[in-house]
Nanobody
Framework: QVQLVESGGGLVQAGGSLRLSCVAS????????MGWYRQAPGQERESVAI???????NLLDSVRGRFSISRDSAKNTVYLQMNSLKPEDTAVYYC??????????????WGQGTLVTVSS
């Protein structure tokens, strides 16, 4: 069964740090693109950070310089290091993957989400 499982969310004070992890399972799964989206209450889901298998990254302007994304492609794992967190970073963070396995392509794979709450 192909799935993405996130971990690392929680409650942190403004200025603090958190590291999110996401592991994709599936014996033949390949995800050339992985990343993180977030959705705050009453708002639309937005892309926070994307990384390709070659290491090319794209970050949301409001998190650039504070967040970084990395991956271990051999383990189908992606990380989001979040520093200098602000209350406006509070949201449910979702892991995202785009790729394929031996049987089918996956245009969009989503994790179940992990809540990040930043207190002021």
């Amino acid at each position: 069964q192909v799935q993405l499982v996130e971990s690392g969310g929680g409650l942190v004070q403004a200025g603090g740090s958190l590291r999110l992890s996401c592991v994709a399972s599936g014996s033949t799964l390949s995800l050339p693109v992985m990343g993180w989206y977030r959705q705050a209450p009453g708002q639309e889901r937005e892309s926070v950070a994307i990384i390709s298998s070659g290491g090319t990254t794209n970050l949301l302007d409001s998190v650039r310089g504070r967040f970084s994304i990395s991956r271990d492609s051999a383990k189908n794992t992606v990380y989001l290091q979040m520093n200098s967190l602000k209350p406006e970073d509070t949201a449910v963070y979702y892991c995202y993957g785009h790729g394929y396995d031996a049987e089918r392509p996956y245009r969009e794979l989503w994790g179940q989400g992990t809540l990040v709450t930043v207190s002021s």
